[in-house]
């Protein structure tokens, strides 16, 4: 049987951790040629090599560009391009800072929007019209609930994803006609994550912890009580399973959506 990104080539941006290196496998073990991506130690960038090989990735670069570099992002696209043609662009890569918006310092904010945001924006601008011609591409950009609702102390954060959710609704509306359904024809969705299990919650999980005596499991119990209402964390794999089947040929009309996994959270 042949796997289903058999000869596609996979951009996931982030992918040295957490949600990215979950999509990244995931899309591995369908086959898919793997841009891995990220800044990380050479321990981290070997574990996750291992990781992509052993899902069954035939082939995996890794590229360190900063994606707060626009420079860097266009020679890194520049250089896949002449290695592959990209077929699967992940947009994931993500920072957090916390604080209230009075307080976020001009380097907050242009840290926050030119790696949440504008990254994804260079990445598709590259990527796509390649997409479009060949007939087939994925974009999948990983959002956020805060992509769809607000909370507090997050407006950076906040600003990056509802604007990242804006920006794929109008890619996917522009790029809509492409290919068809044989070729599998090219779509832009968001996918909207509550509290997943990763590095990047820890700031947080570590705060309310220490409000309530130090006690790691009940600061993420709390967490999770003021906005998941399942009350259960995500495991950056379900994320993974849903980005793969965004790439699948059966979701060749899904485009322009922005699609929570949050426990619920977006639904009250
Ligand atoms: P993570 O901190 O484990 O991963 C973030 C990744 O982004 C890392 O691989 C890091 O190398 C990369 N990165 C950060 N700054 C970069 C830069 N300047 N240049 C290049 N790469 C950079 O966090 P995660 O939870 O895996 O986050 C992945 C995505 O999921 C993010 O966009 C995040 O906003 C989103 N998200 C996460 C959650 C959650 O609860 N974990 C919820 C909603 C959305």
Redesign the pocket.
Known sequence: MTALLEGKTALV????????LAIARELAGEGARIVL????TPEQVAHAEAVLHAAGAPEVRFFD????DVAAIEAMMDEIARWQALDILVN?????RTVPLAEATPEIWDAVLS??LS?AFHCMRLALPGMAERGYGRVVN?????GLVASTNKAP?VAS?YGLVGLSRVAALEYAGAGSRESGGVTVNCI??????????EPQVVARAAEMGGDRQAGVASLLAEKQPSRRL?D?SEIGALALWLCAPVAHNVTGTAIPVDGGWTAQ
């Open positions: 941006t982030g992918s040295v951790q957490g949600i990215g991506h990220g800044l990380a560009a900063d994606l707060r994931n890569a993500g920072i957090q790696v949440n990254a990983i959002a956020s609930v805060h954060y994803k909207c994550p509550g509290w997943t299990e990763t590095a990047i919650i995500s950056p």
